[in-house]
């Protein structure tokens, strides 16, 4: 499935077999989680990807020449050489490639990619329960580490990654707070079931004052919500890739040493700890699978908040 142009809807066309280059292995996708970070390539909201594109950056698959079973993340190549990535912040190389994005991705039957940057699948996974893993799972567990020793946090918006993180925070001993569209009782429900100890509306306030608190929707107002739940001494932590303009605030709201902070990708080292606590621990996820043929479906279904848990492409 090929994005031409932004904006425009995915076509499906048959294209050559990619070759491997040096370093690279061709893969047998099984299956790609739909992320909104590619609902932010094609509508626009993030810019130059390269063009014509295949999206998908949470592949699960099978490596043709060994058999081996493989995830390919978002950062499918770093320079290894820059200040960033000689100081443990890969993540940060201004050289760097992504999948689905600045390298073709997982909407499709094949794709090479970097085996440096591949993580071995943890076994007791099928491939579509393991796909989500590959974003949602990573970015979730990365900004749950920015949270420093959080023992309450509060989790606003909780879909793919939110519902992957609880269960890691849950296990740690934390408590989760999970905030949700107002009204919306399935999601919250669903929040409870994967480990949230309380969930309400985005416009409320949760019954103990929070030590930290993830963004995980793309809606920047939600930050000053956080803020003004959030006890001395806090951290804000924005998840995604894209969010809209965070409004103004009184410094009130700041003061007292909290602070606001992003996640950018993610490294190797992210995976290995993350990949390490999914193979003790099977996290679970809620999904819904569609053809690759219905990637624009998945798509539309994400953009109008219809996916409870994750959308996933299976081959």
């Known amino acids: 499935m090929i994005l031409r142009r932004q904006r ?7 294209v050559p077999m990619p070759r491997p280059k040096k370093s690279e292995v061709l893969i047998r996708i099984e299956a790609c989680a739909v992320c909104r970070t590619d609902l932010h390539i094609v509508d626009g909201e993030l ?3 390269k063009l014509p594109l295949i999206p998908g950056h949470q592949i699960a698959g099978v490596i043709e020449s060994s058999g081996e079973r493989v995830g390919v993340p978002w950062l499918g190549w770093s320079d290894e050489t820059c200040h960033y990535c000689t100081t443990s912040r890969e993540n940060l190389c201004d050289r760097a490639l992504f999948t689905g994005y600045t390298i073709d991705g997982g ?3 094949y794709c090479v990619a970097d085996a440096r940057y591949c993580h071995p699948l943890p076994d007791g996974y099928a491939f ?3 796909a989500p893993l590959l974003c949602g799972g990573l970015i979730g567990f990365r900004a749950l580490r920015m ?3 959080a023992r309450r946090i509060g989790f606003y918006g909780f879909g793919s990654s939110a519902q992957m993180t609880a269960q890691v925070a849950a296990a740690e001993g934390r408590e989760v707070y999970a905030f949700t569209r107002d009204g919306d009782q399935s999601a919250q429900e669903f929040a409870r079931k994967m480990g949230a100890i309380w969930a309400g509306g985005s416009s409320g306030a949760p019954p103990e004052e929070l030590e930290a608190a993830i963004i995980f929707a793309p809606v920047g107002s939600l930050v000053v919500t956080a803020l003004r739940n959030l006890a001395k001494g806090g951290v804000v932590v924005c998840a995604g890739i894209h969010m809209s303009d965070i409004p103004s605030f009184p410094y009130e709201l700041l003061w007292e040493e909290r602070s606001i902070r992003s996640v950018a990708n993610l490294t190797r080292r992210d995976g290995d700890d ?3 606590i999914a193979r003790k621990s099977k996290i679970v996820t809620q999904r819904t699978n569609f053809a690759l043929e219905r990637a624009n479906d998945a798509l539309s279904a994400l953009r109008a908040g219809e996916i ?4 996933v492409i299976t081959i």
Do not use: I, R
Not at 308 to 311: L, M, P, Q, R, S
């Open 274 to 276: 993350f990949f390490a």
């Open 147 to 149: 949270a420093g020793e």
């Open 47 to 49: 810019e130059k990807p």
């Open 128 to 130: 579509d329960e393991a």
């Open 308 to 311: 409870v848990g994750t959308a």
């Open 107 to 109: 909407y499709a039957e």
């Open 8 to 14: 425009e809807p995915l076509q499906l066309v048959d």
